[in-house]
Every structure is written in C-alpha cells, then in structure tokens.
C-alpha cells in the first residue's frame, strides 16, 4: 500500500511565521501535490510537482511556495503566515504515466495561524 | 477551467437502505477521470471508485456503483445497503487526462453524509 506521511497532524504558528509542512511518500511517485480543505469549499490545488526541483501552480498558490528536493519529499511554505491560511492541509501523490491511477493522500495537517 | 458541483450539502440515510449522491461537473474535454473519494473523521481520503470518460459502462466496487451520464456531466454515486462505517464526506473529483498541470483534482464542495441505526 501507498504511504504518504505529513510530518504534523497538529500545528499552532503565529502570524508571520515562517512555516513548514512536510510530506514523504514511500512509493517512488513522480507527481506529488499540496491542497488546502476548507469546509465549505472542499479541496484547492496550491502546487504540484512532477519531477525533483520541478513544480507548478495550481488554483491558489498565493502565499505559498513549495520545495522537492528529493523525490519522495515535497514541502510547503508559509513564508509570513496569515491568520487567513488557517486550514487544513492534504497531501497527496501519483504515479506518472499511468494515467487511470488515483491520488493518494496522507491524513491532513490542521494548521492553525494565531 | 474544469468545475464539478455537489448540489447536496448532507444527506440522511437509514442503515441498510440505499442512499444517491449527486455530482455534477462542466468541462470541455471529451476524455478525463472522475472520482469519488470518503473521508472520514480520521480525516484520511479513501478512492471510493472511479470512472474514466471514455468507458461507457458505469463502475462498480461492491456496494457501491455510479450513474456516469457523460453528455449530461453527471456522475452520481450509489450506496447500497448502507453500514454505519460509510458515514463520512464525500467528494466527487475530476481530472483532465491531458497531464502536465492539468494532473491536479478538482474537487467538488463535498456531501456530508449522517447514517442514521
């Protein structure tokens, strides 16, 4: 089975903060992505990534960036947090090339911006 | 851009009895996937089931079967027999099959499904 593991299930920052979620996958993927799950909204891509070093914006990446450099590890930075990106934060991986193969996801980070 | 819509906010179920779940979605493309996913409590997102655009037979896995209308861009779930385990949210999911960025999910808002003893 898929791993995918954030590194935090709870997170409290404060506002300004320079913030850091981390997601490992155990199962060589190319495509890793972040969303952000409001309730309400469902989930929004903020970035995916297809390839070490390579990575693309999705529906709403302002405030965010994103870093993968190593296959299996994808991060997503808060660079000054905002009370506003409270959320909850997903996970997830593909494989590449097998294009009928579902997203597998990790068990979410619920961040809190104080 | 892609949008996919869940017109049903929660639905209320008896266990043991059969419950549909809406979804509809707007594309221009004629070949994609869809999906349903359940997230429960434990917040972990499970693949339901999915159904790629191109195959005119509805998917099924066990209990739980869609209604794929592709002209109409609807794609509804069907739960049978309802057990208390499939209480969670539900999402439907589209995915271009053009790849690149396009490999991302749009979601819909979700249906909060309440399975009632």
């Known amino acids: 089975d898929v791993k995918v593991t954030q590194s935090s299930r709870y997170l409290v920052k404060r506002t300004g903060e320079k913030v850091f979620l981390e997601c490992v996958q155990d199962m060589d993927h190319e495509n890793m992505f972040w969303y952000r799950q409001d309730p309400g909204l469902g989930l929004r891509l903020i970035y995916f990534?297809?390839?070490?070093?390579?990575?693309e914006k999705g529906d709403i990446p302002e405030g965010y960036s994103v870093s993968r450099e190593k296959k299996e590890r994808f991060s997503l930075i808060l660079e000054s947090a905002s009370t506003n990106q409270t959320s909850m934060y997903l996970c997830?991986?593909?494989?590449?090339?097998?294009?009928?193969?579902?997203?597998?996801f990790g068990d979410g980070t619920r961040l809190s911006i104080l | 851009a892609q949008t996919v819509t869940q017109s049903q906010p929660e639905m209320s179920v008896q266990e043991a009895e059969t419950v549909t779940l809406s979804c509809t979605y707007d594309?221009?493309?004629?070949?994609?996937?869809l999906f349903w996913y359940k997230q429960p409590p434990s917040r972990q997102m499970i693949l339901v089931i999915r159904q790629e655009a191109y195959k005119q037979q509805n998917a099924t896995e066990n209990r739980f079967s869609v209604n794929f209308q592709k002209a109409a861009k609807s794609f509804s779930l069907k739960i049978s027999d309802s057990q208390l385990g499939d209480a969670a949210m539900y999402f439907c999911a589209y995915r271009s099959r053009r790849g690149g960025g396009a490999d991302g999910l749009t979601f819909g808002k979700g249906t909060h499904l309440i399975i009632q003893p």
């Open positions: 990534s297809y390839d070490v070093k390579m990575k």
């Open positions: 997830a991986s593909r494989v590449q090339g097998i294009s009928n193969q579902p997203q597998h």
């Open positions: 594309t221009s493309e004629s070949d994609y996937y």
